[in-house]
């Protein structure tokens, strides 16, 4: 234990060989026949490795630390996968003006978009801003709080002010009600 903590090599190896089965098979359970199962349980292990030092437990409470740490780390790629489903249509053209315009973007999802531009223009600026942080940039709160400058209450209450005034316009919005039915309400 004490090895493990200190950032031993051969520790974390053992540690690694004798968790990563177990982490494989909770992440399938958790999120299904996704090709990023792989992803995911290095992910977890990269955390795990990173924060061990802090872990105060003894050896037989580590599995189940581990697991809590296997449990965040899907939990925030699953409100990533959620948050990419909740602006799918928007792709690559919320990154380039000019794809608006390109001949090879579906119709329906250029409306879809230049509606939206239409939506926002009529946010205050500072739930516009959050909400494209969020749903556009995919920043995490923590992010926005900061790149805001604003306590993370106060980007939490902002986009979830942003967001509800998105989806009532959404809702009623002949281009965008199809897209908004797909939303869900929670972050």
């Known amino acids: 234990m004490e090895r493990l903590r200190a950032g031993d090599v051969s520790a974390r190896g053992a540690w690694f060989d004798a968790e990563v089965g177990r982490l494989q098979s909770l992440v399938f359970r958790l999120v299904g026949p996704r090709a990023e199962v792989a992803d995911l349980v290095q992910d977890i292990f990269v955390q795990a490795f990173a924060s061990v030092g802090d872990f105060e437990g003894d050896e037989q409470a580590l599995g189940a630390w581990l697991t809590g740490v296997a449990v965040n780390v899907v939990r925030m ?8 489903r909740l602006m799918h249509f928007w792709g690559d053209v919320a990154n380039e003006a000019d794809a608006l315009e390109s001949p090879h973007v579906d119709p329906e ?9 239409t939506v926002l223009d009529t946010f205050p600026t500072d739930e516009r801003l959050v909400f494209a942080l969020r749903y556009f940039n995919q920043l995490e709160l923590g992010e926005l709080a900061e790149v805001l400058n ?3 209450s106060t980007a ?4 979830s002010a942003a967001r509800a005034r998105f ?3 959404a809702q009623r919005d002949a281009v965008l ?9 929670d972050d």
């Open 77 to 84: 790629h699953l409100k990533k996968l959620r948050v990419r």
């Open 109 to 117: 999802l250029r409306r879809a978009a230049l509606r939206v531009w």
């Open 150 to 152: 604003v306590s993370l």
């Open 156 to 159: 939490k209450r902002r986009l």
């Open 167 to 169: 989806l009532g316009v």
């Open 177 to 185: 009600a199809q897209w908004a039915a797909r939303f869900g309400h």
